[in-house]
């Protein structure tokens, strides 16, 4: 699934990584097998983006869209609330 961070800033930006461990913020809820390690602790996935865009799996990309990290489509909507990240050059 194809996830968006909207903002001209994001989009300009040529790579950064947003990271996150959903298994840590979801509560009473059952959680998908590669969001968990071994002993059940939550795994951290970093999501890069490449001028706004990312691939990521269909469920981590639902967890994104469902908690504002991000946007499934390019276009900006009333109401666009996400907060911009600081940016870090990921190039060398």
Same mark, same amino acid.
């Given at each position: /699934? *194809?996830?968006?961070?909207?903002?001209? *800033? !994001?989009?300009?930006?040529?790579? +950064?990584? /947003?990271? @996150? !461990?959903?298994? !840590? %913020?979801?509560?009473? &809820? =059952?959680?998908?097998? $590669?969001? @968990?390690?071994?002993?059940?602790? #939550?795994?951290? +996935?970093?999501?890069? +983006?490449?001028?706004?865009? !990312? =691939? @990521? #799996? $269909?469920?981590?990309?639902?967890?994104?869209?469902?908690?504002?990290? @991000?946007? *499934?489509? &390019?276009?900006?909507?009333?109401?666009?609330?996400?907060?911009? #990240? %600081?940016? +870090?050059? &990921?190039?060398?």
């Amino acid at each position: /699934m *194809k996830v968006y961070y909207p903002g001209e *800033k !994001a989009q300009r930006q040529p790579s +950064f990584v /947003m990271s @996150v !461990a959903p298994a !840590a %913020t979801v509560q009473n &809820q =059952e959680v998908p097998r $590669d969001w @968990v390690d071994d002993l059940n602790n #939550p795994v951290q +996935f970093n999501v890069e +983006f490449v001028y706004g865009v !990312a =691939e @990521v #799996p $269909d469920e981590l990309g639902r967890y994104l869209i469902e908690n504002d990290l @991000v946007r *499934k489509t &390019q276009l900006v909507l009333p109401g666009d609330h996400l907060p911009q #990240p %600081t940016l +870090f050059d &990921q190039g060398g």
